[in-house]
Nanobody, 123 residues
Framework: QLQLVESGGDLVQPGGSLRLSCAAS????????IGWFRQAPGKEREAVGC????????RYADSVKGRFTVSRDNAKNTVSLQMNSLKSEDTGVYFC????????????????WGQGTQVTVSS
């Protein structure tokens, strides 16, 4: 069974950094584009960024460009989201997802989702 499990969520102060991980079981991540999404309370889910199966190409939402980095380690079957210069508006539940499409930033193009990990940016 395909499973994605996120980890690394925490409470962090504004301006701080956090690294999230997405681990896969039941399939190999290197066959898929992997995306990160987030959802704040009372708001719709939004895309954060994604990485192509090869790991060579990435794509980001404008709100996180220059601050967040998606990377993958296919040997470990994991994908990471490095978040720097965090802001209060980055607070939310972060999800990783797998897609057979190339670098999608639309949730409906992802077929497999993790359960999410909470990130809270607050002083």
């Amino acid at each position: 069974q395909l499973q994605l499990v996120e980890s690394g969520g925490d409470l962090v102060q504004p301006g701080g950094s956090l690294r999230l991980s997405c681990a896969a079981s039941g399939f190999t991540l290197d066959d898929y584009s992997i995306g990160w999404f987030r959802q704040a309370p009372g708001k719709e889910r939004e895309a954060v960024g994604c990485v192509r199966s090869s790991g060579e190409y990435t794509r980001y939402a404008d709100s996180v460009k220059g601050r967040f980095t998606v990377s993958r380690d296919n040997a470990k079957n994991t994908v990471s989201l490095q978040m720097n210069s965090l802001k209060s508006e980055d607070t939310g539940v972060y999800f990783c997802a797998a897609s057979e499409f190339v670098l999608p930033l639309t949730g409906r193009q992802y077929g497999w989702w993790g359960q999410g990990t909470q990130v809270t940016v607050s002083s």
